[in-house]
């Protein structure tokens, strides 16, 4: 079901930085009444929350703590919309990697903190006639980047879980929307090759997608490319992409 920005409550984890910020900023521009900003660390906020302190919210939330996320689900209790945004990317292969900790940390923060988030919110948002969960993936959700292969990984299972939670959701009227951008020009973008998207495209069509019910987002005239490629010939993309070795 749709779901109008204006007046919504929102939460949005890894909010210190990158697309992010740019989802606060632009949720404030579209009228949100309020917004939770999620970050590890709370001073890192200082600056965002000084934007409008009457509707901007600071909270210590570290995705991978059960503690961190149990203690943001009873703070922000009144929450609509709930953006899953914080990720990690370690820029490492499978075989090359010199053990799985990167990996693990990917997992933990890409799929496993998805997962948390969604399960702690869904009888939140099921209190209210409109709601979403918006997941931030990646195009590596659909091919494989070697020289990011852990990190393709982690977001191929955040969309299998989004569209599981989707299914599972569905009948408490909860939509969920997946993002899916190629490289966004971003801290942990900028050593991805250019063209790079620019955050505020990702975001503002992402919330259009929000308010219009369309469940997976191509953000970006170069995904919409890429996508278009892919769905006409996905082993020729997935080829494409294999001979991006690890270093």
């Known amino acids: 079901m749709p779901q109008k920005i204006e007046n919504a409550v929102a939460l949005v984890t890894g909010a210190n930085r990158g697309i992010g910020r740019e989802f606060v900023a632009e949720l404030l521009r579209r009228g949100a009444r309020k917004i939770y900003l999620g970050a590890r660390d709370p001073a890192s906020l200082a600056d965002l929350v000084a934007l409008d302190p009457a509707r901007l919210v600071p909270l210590k939330l ?3 703590n059960p503690a961190d996320v149990a203690e943001a689900a ?8 709930l953006i899953n945004n914080a990720g990690f990317a370690g820029g490492q292969g499978v075989i090359s990697a010199p053990d799985i900790s990167i990996a693990r940390q990917e997992m933990d923060v890409n799929y496993f903190g998805v997962l948390s988030l969604s ?3 869904a009888p939140i948002l099921a209190k209210v006639s ?3 969960i918006v997941n931030v993936l990646s195009f590596l959700s659909l091919v494989t980047l070697p020289s990011a292969g852990t990190y393709s990984a982690s977001k191929a299972a955040g969309l299998a879980a989004s569209r599981s939670i989707r299914a599972e959701l569905l009948g408490q009227g909860t939509q969920v929307v997946v993002t899916m951008p190629v490289q966004v020009d971003t801290d942990m973008g900028r050593s991805l090759p ?3 998207l620019k955050p505020l495209d990702v975001v503002s069509e992402t919330l259009d997608a929000v308010e219009a019910g369309i469940e997976e987002v191509f953000p ?3 995904t919409r490319s890429v ?3 892919f769905a006409a010939d996905p082993k020729g993309v997935q080829a494409h992409m294999s001979t991006r070795l690890p270093a």
């Open 130 to 132: 409109q709601s979403s």
């Open 74 to 81: 009873k703070a922000a209790s009144d929450v609509t919309l």
């Open 194 to 196: 250019e063209p790079r």
């Open 62 to 64: 570290d995705v991978t």
């Open 119 to 121: 399960k702690a919110f």
């Open 227 to 229: 996508a278009a490629a």
């Open 220 to 222: 970006g005239e170069l």
